[in-house]
C-alpha cells in the first residue's frame, strides 16, 4: 500500500530522469562519447530555472533558458574535445569542474534555492504527481518527436555517421568536429531542460544536484535498451525505452527505499546496476563462449 | 586533374622509428587517366592515398586538384573533390545506418548539410535503380541497415557512394583486397564499368600484378615513396608481369619484394 501511494511520484521522477537519460543517449549511443558534463549541466539546468522563476520570468521561458545554458555547456566541452585536442572523457570532467563555479555564481553563492510552488505557476511539482506525470509525458513525447524529425534531416544524418564512422563521415565531405560539437550541444540542452523540471518537481535546486546523474542515466538506458532492441530496434522506440528505463530505475530505487535500504547506499546501488549491465554482456562474449567479435559490430551494451 | 609536386612524408620524425614513406614523389594526372598503383612494402602506395585524401598534412610539396591547391586543405572540404574507398570494408560505410540514408549521405558530398529532408523519396527510387545495376540484389533493401551486409556487397555500396556525386578523383586503396577471389573479381569489374561510364580519373592501388596491368590505361611502380617505373598507352598494353618485374629492378636496383602481391 505505502508502495502504492509511492508509485506516481516515482513515474513522475522516473519520467524526467528519463528525458536526461535521452541527452545521454545522444552523446553515448550516437557519438559514442561518454560526456561527464551532464553531472554539471543537470545542475546548471535547474540553477538557471529557480533564479529565473524567483526573478518573475513564466516557467515555460525558464525552461527554455535552461535548455539554452545547457547547450552553451555542451559546446564548451565539444571545442575543449575537438578544437585543443582534449580526450573526451577529460573534457567532460574539465567542464563539469568549470559548471560547479558557474552554478554557484548562478545561485549567488547559495548551495541551496527553493521554489515557492504556491506563489509561482509551474510545469510541474510533487505536490500534484498526476498532473506531473502529464506534464511529463507531454514534454517527453514533443522532445522525442522533435529528435525523430531532427535525426531524419541532412544534418541529423550525418550527426549520426559522424559517431557510428567517422572516417567514412570525412570522406563524405562531413565536419565531424562539428558534429561533435553540436551533438553534445544538443545531448546537454536535454539534460539541463530535465534539470529545469527536476527542480520545479523537487520544488528546489541544490550545487549538489547531478552528482552521478550519468550513472543514472546509464543504468535508464541500459534497463530501457534491454527490452526495446528486443521489440524493434529503431530510434524512436530506443528513446521511449530509454526513457521506460527512467521510471523503471525509480520504481525499483523507491521499492528498494521501502525494503529499508538506507538512502546512503543508492549510489552504490546505482553504479552496480550500471556495473552489471556493461560487464555482463562482456564477460559472455569474452569467457563463456570465445567467438569471433564481428568486424565493425558496434558494441551494444 | 591531379598535380603532384616533390611531396615529403616522413613518420615518427627524430625518433628511432623515423620512417620515410614519400620521399619527393611527383605525379601527374590528366583528366580521364585510370592509373594502377603497384609497389612492395612500405613504398607509399597507401601513404600516397592518404596525402591526396588529406588524412594528414605533407611535410613539404603540394597537392593540386584540377587546378586547386588543397595542400592545407582539411580532409572534409577536400572530399568535395574525391571518391574514396577503402581496403577495409567496414571503413567506407556507416554500418548502423539504413544503406538508403548511406547513399543519401553520400549524395551531397560538397554540399552544405541542411534542416531539410535528408532521404528524398524521388531519390530512393533513384538508389533502388542504381543499386539493381550493381547485382546484388541489394535494391529491395534500402532500409537495412549497412552493417548487415558481407563485406563484398558493404565495398559495392561504398562505390556507389564514392561515385554518386561525380568526383574528380576517384582514389581505390587495395578496395578488393579483403574480398574473396569471385566477389574481389566482380568488384573489380564494377569498377571498370563505373569508372568508363563516368570517366572517372582513377587512382586504384592493388597488390594484384596481373589487376594492374589489366585494368586502366597507365601503371605506375611505386619505391621508397616515389614513383619508379610510369608505364601508360601501347606500352603498358602489352606489359606482362615479367617485364614488369625486371622493369622495377632496373629502376630500383634490387628485386621486387612483397610478401602480399600475387605475381601471376
Not at chain 1, 552496480?272 to 569471433?292: A, D, R, T, W
Not at chain 2, 585510370?34 to 597507401?46: C, E, H, L, Q, W
Amino acid at each position: 500500500m505505502v508502495f502504492l501511494n509511492a508509485l506516481p511520484g516515482a513515474v513522475a521522477e522516473g519520467l524526467i530522469w528519463g528525458l536526461m537519460a535521452i541527452g545521454v543517449y545522444i552523446s553515448y549511443k550516437i557519438l559514442d562519447i561518454a560526456d561527464l558534463t551532464v553531472d554539471g549541466s543537470l545542475c546548471t539546468g535547474g540553477c538557471v530555472c529557480a533564479v529565473l522563476l524567483a526573478l518573475g520570468v513564466p516557467a515555460w521561458a525558464c525552461v527554455l533558458a535552461a535548455l539554452l545554458a545547457g547547450a552553451l555547456a555542451g559546446m564548451v566541452t565539444g571545442l575543449l574535445h575537438t578544437v585543443l585536442g582534449i580526450p573526451s572523457i577529460l573534457a567532460g570532467i574539465l567542464t563539469q569542474l568549470m559548471l560547479y563555479s558557474v552554478n554557484l555564481s548562478i545561485l549567488g553563492g547559495k548551495s541551496l534555492v527553493a521554489i515557492d510552488y504556491r506563489a509561482t505557476p509551474l510545469l510541474l511539482h510533487m505536490s500534484n504527481n498526476p498532473m506531473a506525470i502529464v506534464a511529463g509525458v507531454g514534454i517527453v513525447a514533443a522532445t522525442i518527436i522533435l529528435l525523430w524529425l531532427f535525426f531524419y534531416t541532412e544534418i541529423g544524418l550525418t550527426l549520426k555517421s559522424a559517431g557510428d564512422n567517422p572516417d567514412m563521415s570525412r570522406a563524405q565531405g562531413v565536419d565531424v568536429n562539428f558534429n561533435k560539437v553540436l551533438g553534445l550541444a544538443i545531448a546537454n540542452g536535454i539534460v539541463a531542460l530535465a534539470g529545469a523540471l527536476y527542480a520545479q518537481y523537487k520544488g528546489s535546486i541544490s550545487i549538489q544536484d547531478g552528482r552521478g546523474a550519468i550513472v543514472i542515466a546509464l543504468a535508464a538506458i541500459f534497463i530501457g535498451l534491454s527490452v526495446s532492441l528486443k521489440i524493434k530496434p529503431n530510434f524512436v522506440v530506443s528513446l521511449i525505452g530509454v526513457v521506460g528505463g527512467g521510471v523503471v530505475y525509480y520504481i525499483i530505487y523507491n521499492f528498494v527505499i521501502l525494503l529499508g535500504l538506507k538512502t546512503d547506499y543508492l549510489k552504490m546501488l546505482s553504479a552496480i546496476i550500471v556495473v552489471l549491465f556493461l560487464g555482463i554482456p562482456y564477460i559472455q562474449s569474452e569467457y563463456l563462449h570465445k567467438e569471433k567479435k564481428v568486424p565493425g559490430g558496434k558494441r551494444r551494451a | 586533374m591531379l598535380k603532384i609536386t616533390d611531396l615529403h612524408k616522413t613518420f615518427n620524425p627524430g625518433t628511432v622509428n623515423a620512417k620515410v614513406a614519400l620521399d619527393g614523389l611527383n605525379l601527374s594526372l590528366a583528366d580521364g587517366d585510370f592509373v594502377t598503383v603497384i609497389g612492395g612494402n612500405g613504398a607509399g602506395k597507401s601513404t600516397l592515398l592518404n596525402a591526396i585524401s588529406g588524412v594528414w598534412k605533407p611535410d613539404y610539396g603540394t597537392i593540386e586538384i584540377d587546378g586547386v591547391d588543397v595542400t592545407n586543405m582539411p580532409e572534409h572540404k577536400r572530399a568535395a573533390y574525391l571518391g574514396r574507398v577503402f581496403q577495409d570494408p567496414m571503413k567506407g560505410t556507416s554500418p548502423d545506418m539504413e544503406i538508403a540514408e548511406n547513399l543519401a549521405i553520400a549524395a551531397r558530398r560538397g554540399t552544405k548539410r541542411r534542416l531539410v529532408w535528408g532521404v528524398r523519396k524521388a531519390e530512393r527510387e533513384e538508389y533502388r535503380r542504381l543499386l539493381a545495376d550493381l547485382e546484388l540484389g541489394l535494391e529491395d533493401r534500402l532500409s537495412t541497415k549497412v552493417g548487415l551486409l558481407s563485406g563484398g556487397q558493404r565495398q559495392a555500396v561504398t562505390l556507389l557512394m564514392a561515385t554518386l556525386q561525380r568526383p574528380k578523383l576517384l582514389l581505390l586503396d587495395e578496395h578488393t583486397a579483403a574480398l574473396d577471389p569471385k566477389t574481389a573479381a566482380k568488384v573489380l569489374e564494377l569498377t571498370d564499368r563505373i569508372v568508363s561510364e563516368h570517366h572517372l580519373t582513377t587512382l586504384m592501388i592493388t597488390h594484384n600484378m596481373r589487376d594492374a596491368i589489366a585494368h586502366g590505361n597507365r601503371l605506375i611502380m611505386m619505391d621508397e615513396g616515389h614513383v619508379a617505373v610510369d608505364i601508360s598507352g601501347e606500352e603498358k598494353q602489352k606489359l606482362t608481369v615479367e617485364d614488369l618485374l625486371s622493369l622495377f629492378a632496373k629502376a630500383s636496383g634490387s628485386e621486387f619484394t612483397d610478401d602480399r602481391t600475387i605475381l601471376s
